[in-house]
């Protein structure tokens, strides 16, 4: 198993330009998650899925779109970019609701804009 | 909205010796989950340690362990015979239902 896989790893994005960034897991899990990390501080969620088909907003959510057409992908939409967005980007995901015990990160995207 | 505060933004100590970051969190739920990650230059996320809510006994981990205090909603990780290898930033998280919290990390350097 891959596990979490995200991509691309960086990108520099202009003001204004949009940008998708994807995620996808092979472990047939039912829950994903889009975090941000800014620079010295902990994840905040940005946006949630429970299942295809099934989004909900996190606690950071203005500026990104999500979006759930199957188990195993996940992207997270970034229209007219802006500087406050520039952050580290993790996916997560666990089996079910609450099975904390075994969320699984992604590697991160760090996504730059300038 | 639950919270976790990490009050140590740095902390170092010396190679074999101990020392203990701290976490606290609020909540309102009886049942949860708590855990310790690791994150290194790499920004990998790499989880040191875990406590389920309802078990009373400190969870352990080789040299790494935890002071779990319910009722004071307290989160202590200790790292015993500390190794090179350990120095990071540790983020203290809580996990319940569909919400899962990170504190904002203390950085740990360990002295040779």
């Known amino acids: 198993n891959a596990g979490v896989t995200q991509t691309p790893k960086f990108r520099i994005l202009k003001i204004g330009q949009s940008m998708t960034l994807q995620c996808t897991q092979d472990m047939n899990h039912n829950y994903m998650y889009w975090y941000r990390q800014d620079p010295g501080m902990g994840l905040k969620l940005i946006y949630y899925s429970v299942g295809a088909g099934i989004t909900d907003k996190g606690e950071v959510p203005n500026g990104y779109n999500v979006s759930r057409s199957t188990t195993e992908d996940f992207p997270l939409r970034l229209e007219l970019a802006a500087p406050s967005q520039t952050s580290v980007y993790f996916c997560?995901?666990?089996?079910?609701?609450?099975?904390?015990?075994?969320?699984?990160f992604g590697p991160g995207t760090r996504l730059t804009v300038l | 909205a639950q919270t976790v505060t990490q009050s140590q933004p740095e902390m170092s100590v010396q190679e074999a010796e101990t020392v203990t970051l701290s976490c606290t969190y609020d909540?309102?739920?009886?049942?949860?989950?708590l855990f310790w990650y690791k994150q290194p230059p790499s920004r990998q996320m790499i989880l040191v340690i875990r406590?389920?809510?309802?078990?009373?006994q400190n969870a352990t981990e080789n040299r790494f362990s935890v002071n779990f205090q319910k009722a004071a909603k307290s989160f202590s990780l200790k790292i015993s015979d500390s190794q090179l290898g350990d120095a990071a930033m540790y983020f203290c998280a809580y996990g319940s239902g569909n919400q899962f919290y990170f504190g904002t990390g203390t950085s740990l350097t360990v002295i040779p």
């Open positions: 909540t309102s739920e009886s049942d949860y989950y």
């Open positions: 406590q389920e809510a309802y078990k009373q």
């Open positions: 997560a995901s666990i089996l079910d609701g609450g099975r904390w015990d075994e969320q699984f």
